[in-house]
């Protein structure tokens, strides 16, 4: 079997978090990812996404560019959701936001070795 391209894998595990499908994402993370947190496993890369999904309704991620080269993906992504959980201490608006994001991983046999992303202070864009 030929392998996936690393940008259809990258899409794919967007597509994944998109939905919520946290059971599935597994098949896209390595057992330990470096982060800028710090090294961590699936199971707490996936609890950072279930927060966030219950503190931003509908959260979604759009690639607007995705760039790969090597084993590096680069993504400019579109980042929009309801603000209708606690985040960060601050209550629940009920504000639909929209933010830009950076988000660059390290892929190895098909799954994320490491994920940075860059985006705009949540925080100072809900107060």
Do not use: K, Q
Request: net charge negative; with cysteine.
């Amino acid at each position: 079997m030929a392998a996936i391209p690393l940008r259809d894998r990258y899409l794919a595990c967007i597509e994944c978090c998109n939905a919520h499908r946290f059971d599935d994402l597994t098949e896209f993370l390595a057992p330990t990812m470096r982060t800028a947190a710090g090294d961590i496993v699936p199971g707490e890369h996936i609890a950072r996404l279930d927060r966030l999904h219950a503190s931003f309704a509908g959260i979604h991620w759009r690639p607007l560019d995705v760039v790969t080269e090597g084993v590096t993906v680069a993504a400019r992504l579109l980042v929009s959701a309801r603000h209708t959980g606690a985040y960060a201490g601050i209550a629940p608006s009920g504000r639909e936001s929209s933010w830009a994001e950076g988000a660059f991983s390290t892929w190895s046999d098909g799954r994320m070795t490491s994920c940075f992303s860059l985006g705009e202070d949540l925080r100072t864009m809900l107060n």
